[in-house]
């Protein structure tokens, strides 16, 4: 049986999902790629999962850096998928990293001359306990802040939030969620 919560932030209200002892999604409101079995959830803030999330999130939202490890996180997705939201795990609060970046790590780990940057933003848009697993950080080759299915305003205030030099950094003209 999975559960859900709920936690009101400064840039919208999130999802919290639960498996009763892990942490299994967090989904901004209204974002692409929302968890589509929410209504199948029951309703129960009380697990210790979730008040330890809203502490996390509490503290993040301070400006704080709470540590990834200090919750148990249970992400479900295919191996690849798996793989980067690992990735994703290991980019320190204040830097950004690119698709194409994550695409070399990959590749190398896995023995290959190379890896797809648009399989990895594809894997990075369904990242489904956002925030936490910071797919925020992810940002394309030439700067652009794009791919961020909780919308680019929010990728922007999380990003300002944490410190992140945002000089180099732009909205691209037409811009595209994963």
């Known amino acids: 049986m999975y559960y859900k919560s709920y936690y009101k932030s400064p840039v919208g209200l999130y999802t919290l999902a639960s498996d009763g002892k892990n942490l299994t999604g967090v989904w901004l409101e209204g974002q692409k790629y ?18 330890q999330t809203s502490n996390w999130l509490d503290r993040y939202f301070r400006g704080e850096k709470p540590d ?34 994550i695409a070399s790590i990959i590749a ?3 023995g290959l001359a190379r890896m797809s940057a648009q399989a990895v933003g594809g894997a990075v848009g369904h990242n489904p306990i956002s925030i936490i697993i910071p797919c925020h950080r992810v940002v394309g080759s030439n700067g652009s802040l794009t791919g961020y299915a909780g919308g680019i305003q929010t990728k922007i205030r999380l990003l300002k939030l944490e410190g992140v030099n945002m000089s180099n950094l732009f909205i691209p003209k037409k811009s595209q969620a994963y």
């Open 68 to 101: 990834i490890n200090e919750l148990s996180l249970s992400p479900e997705g295919n191996a690849f998928r798996q793989q980067v939201w690992q990735i994703l795990c290991k980019i320190p609060y204040g830097k950004t990293m690119t698709y194409g970046e």
């Open 108 to 110: 190398r780990k896995r």
């Open 34 to 51: 929302f968890c589509t079995d929410i209504s199948k959830m029951a309703e129960n803030s009380s697990l210790d999962i979730f008040r």
